[in-house]
C-alpha cells in the first residue's frame, strides 16, 4: 500500500487567484470547480467561488485549495502549518522562491544554513507560509 498527502488550502473568496499563482510559481496545471458549477448553493454571490482546486505537476507537485462554505469560519491562523517544498536543484527553489516573495513577508531569507546549502520561510501574498530548502549534496 502506498499513501501521499496534499496540503490543502482554505481561502475566503480568492481561492481561484492563489491556484493560478502557485501554478505559475511550479508550472502544472489548474483544476478548479465552482460552487456553481456544482450546483451547490442557489446564492448568486458564491456562483464563482471555488469548492474543489488543485494544482499539480507532473514532477509530483500538488496542492489543494477552496473558498470556506458560507456561514464557515473562517481563521486563517497564524502559524498552524506551512507547505514545505524540498528538492535537489538549487536553481529551481531559487525560482519557486522568487515568485513566492512577491508581496511576502520573509520570515527566513532564502539563505546557506545548518542543515541545507539553501533554506528560507516566507508568509506569502495570500498568507500561506511556505518553507523551501535545497536538499545537501550527500544525503
Do not use: C, K
Not at 456561514?71 to 517544498?85: E, K, R
Amino acid at each position: 500500500m502506498s499513501i501521499e498527502t496534499t496540503t490543502h488550502l482554505n481561502f475566503d473568496g480568492n481561492a481561484r487567484e492563489a491556484l493560478d499563482f502557485y501554478a505559475s510559481v511550479f508550472g502544472g496545471d489548474v483544476t478548479a470547480a465552482t460552487y456553481g458549477q456544482m450546483g451547490a448553493l442557489d446564492d448568486p454571490a458564491w456562483t464563482d467561488r471555488v469548492v474543489f482546486g488543485q494544482v499539480s505537476t507532473d514532477a509530483g507537485f500538488r496542492v489543494m485549495a477552496f473558498d470556506v462554505w458560507p456561514g464557515q469560519p473562517y481563521d486563517q491562523g497564524s502559524n498552524a502549518f506551512y507547505v514545505f517544498v524540498h528538492g535537489d536543484d538549487t536553481v529551481e527553489i531559487e525560482r519557486y522562491w522568487a515568485v513566492l516573495s512577491d508581496g511576502a513577508d520573509i520570515r527566513q531569507p532564502l539563505a546557506p544554513s545548518a542543515w541545507a546549502p539553501l533554506a528560507g520561510q516566507l508568509r506569502d501574498r495570500f498568507g500561506v507560509v511556505w518553507q523551501l530548502d535545497v536538499a545537501p549534496a550527500d544525503r
